[in-house]
């Protein structure tokens, strides 16, 4: 039983925010399927007081606690989540990425609760001051770590190298989408009118966040080279972050500003999907971004960079991938499929398929609660306090 005398245990998720990102949304969706399922009553606590996801969260009945995270370190912050924790009985916390791993780990830690953690990028993101003094703390919350998770394979040896996590505390579970909502009809045409668009356009799409990590930049430079071959196509670009004015000032420099279209956070991914003629991510660095499921999902054809994750994801039967950082090669992969409607189709069914096989929501909710079965004692059932 949970330290409440239920059947039911009570799980905390610790993020930073509940922004519309990869991590928010996947979150979104394992709670959603512990709610239908009953065994694991969710929660989640984030530090920032915004977030476009939080009434999605609310309406399933999840409770959201946000505790503000103070500037620079916040050395009483995991005392509020320690309380937080005993205060509601939570069974076991899960956390993801470094920031939450820190504060969140910390906090579970001190309440004598077991901690699972997900990777989902590596350290790479921060500055090597900053990764210094991270793996100082980390490696020794990872001790403390019942199970440690990645969402792709290539982050596994730095967890083992910078932070000694012993192997056999290590597991990959890939994330996975659920690809029914992802396979629907629409009107084209008239989705293409609603976005302000001509009915014969062309369309590249990327949904990413606007910071550094994606190289929208690059995206944009590529994105000029193709209207040279193909003057009817047009670049979606749903997201929302810091170097939005950067990007759009790129945009006015090219002189390309009439083709690129800043759709901002959306919620109607799945019917935007349908419209992409091919999806593509300029990222420098990524763990395994679930839009790139989504537009696999889609049946729409990838042109991508090959890095870490990605290519774990995107094989030669779904999708196109270049160096990044390469804006000629970036255009002519993508001016490629825009021009080859069999090739697009191709590798959009590969795609598709390969969610359908190696990529499986059902399969990632399994192996999660396996792990939290396992820091518990035992499936639901079983005295686990």
Same mark, same amino acid.
């Given at each position: 039983?949970?330290?409440? &005398?239920?059947?039911?245990?009570?799980?905390?998720?610790?993020?930073?925010?509940?922004?519309?990102? &990869?991590?928010?949304? %996947?979150?979104?969706?394992?709670?959603?399927?512990? $709610?239908?399922?009953?065994? =694991?009553?969710?929660?989640?606590?984030?530090?920032?007081?915004?977030?476009?996801?939080?009434?999605?969260?609310?309406?399933? @009945?999840?409770?959201?606690?946000?505790?503000?995270?103070?500037?620079?370190?916040? =050395?009483?912050?995991?005392?509020?989540?320690?309380?937080?924790?005993?205060?509601? !009985? =939570?069974?076991?916390?899960?956390?993801?990425?470094?920031?939450?791993?820190?504060?969140?780990?910390? @906090?579970? #830690?001190?309440?004598?609760?077991?901690?699972?953690?997900?990777?989902?990028? !590596?350290?790479?993101?921060?500055?090597?001051?900053?990764?210094? $003094?991270?793996?100082?703390?980390?490696?020794?919350?990872?001790? $403390?770590?019942?199970?440690?998770?990645?969402?792709?394979?290539?982050?596994?040896?730095?967890?083992?190298?910078?932070?000694?996590?012993?192997?056999?505390?290590?597991?990959?579970?890939?994330?996975?989408?659920?690809?029914?909502?992802?396979?629907?009809?629409? +009107?084209?045409?008239?989705?293409?009118?609603? %976005?302000?668009?001509?009915? *014969?356009?062309?369309?590249?799409?990327?949904?990413?966040?606007?910071?550094?990590?994606? +190289?929208?930049?690059?995206?944009?430079?590529?994105?000029?080279?193709?209207? /040279?071959?193909?003057?009817?196509?047009?670049?979606?670009?749903?997201? /929302?972050?810091?170097?939005?004015?950067?990007?759009?000032?790129?945009?006015?420099?090219?002189?390309?500003?009439?083709?690129?279209?800043? %759709?901002?956070?959306?919620?109607?991914?799945?019917?935007?999907? /349908?419209?992409? *003629?091919?999806?593509?991510?300029?990222?420098?660095?990524?763990?395994?971004?679930?839009?790139?499921?989504?537009?696999?999902? !889609?049946?729409?054809?990838?042109?991508?960079?090959? #890095?870490?994750?990605?290519?774990?994801?995107?094989?030669?039967?779904? @999708?196109?991938?270049?160096?990044? !950082?390469?804006? *000629?090669?970036?255009?002519?992969?993508?001016?490629?499929?825009?021009?080859?409607?069999?090739?697009?189709?191709?590798?959009?069914? @590969?795609?598709?398929?390969?969610?359908?096989?190696?990529?499986?929501?059902?399969?990632?909710?399994?192996?999660?609660?396996?792990?939290?079965?396992?820091?518990?004692?035992?499936?639901?059932?079983?005295?686990?306090?």
């Amino acid at each position: 039983m949970s330290r409440t &005398g239920k059947t039911t245990r009570k799980i905390l998720f610790i993020n930073s925010s509940l922004g519309m990102g &990869g991590i928010e949304t %996947l979150l979104l969706e394992l709670c959603r399927d512990m $709610k239908a399922q009953g065994c =694991y009553e969710p929660g989640i606590c984030i530090f920032e007081t915004e977030g476009v996801l939080q009434n999605e969260y609310e309406a399933l @009945g999840v409770p959201v606690y946000i505790i503000p995270k103070k500037q620079g370190l916040d =050395y009483s912050l995991p005392l509020k989540i320690r309380r937080l924790i005993r205060a509601e !009985s =939570y069974d076991i916390v899960h956390v993801h990425n470094q920031m939450s791993w820190l504060y969140g780990g910390s @906090g579970a #830690i001190l309440a004598r609760r077991p901690l699972v953690y997900t990777e989902h990028t !590596s350290l790479e993101k921060f500055t090597p001051g900053q990764q210094r $003094k991270l793996k100082a703390v980390l490696s020794w919350i990872g001790k $403390k770590t019942v199970q440690v998770t990645t969402v792709a394979k290539h982050l596994i040896p730095s967890l083992e190298k910078d932070l000694g996590i012993p192997a056999n505390r290590i597991t990959n579970i890939y994330n996975g989408i659920d690809p029914a909502p992802y396979q629907i009809e629409i +009107d084209r045409a008239r989705k293409l009118e609603e %976005l302000g668009l001509p009915a *014969d356009s062309k369309i590249v799409g990327i949904v990413a966040s606007l910071t550094e990590a994606k +190289d929208h930049v690059t995206l944009l430079r590529a994105f000029s080279i193709v209207l /040279q071959q193909v003057p009817k196509a047009q670049l979606l670009v749903a997201g /929302q972050g810091p170097l939005k004015e950067q990007i759009v000032a790129e945009t006015a420099a090219l002189g390309i500003g009439d083709h690129v279209h800043f %759709l901002g956070v959306r919620r109607d991914i799945p019917e935007l999907l /349908q419209v992409f *003629d091919v999806f593509t991510l300029s990222s420098l660095i990524e763990g395994l971004p679930i839009s790139l499921l989504e537009a696999m999902a !889609s049946s729409c054809p990838i042109v991508a960079t090959r #890095i870490p994750g990605v290519d774990e994801l995107v094989d030669e039967k779904s @999708g196109i991938l270049v160096p990044h !950082s390469s804006p *000629d090669e970036l255009g002519a992969a993508l001016t490629t499929v825009l021009s080859d409607e069999a090739l697009a189709h191709s590798l959009g069914k @590969g795609g598709r398929q390969r969610i359908l096989d190696e990529f499986s929501f059902g399969g990632m909710i399994r192996a999660y609660i396996s792990c939290y079965d396992n820091a518990l004692g035992g499936p639901c059932g079983k005295d686990a306090s």
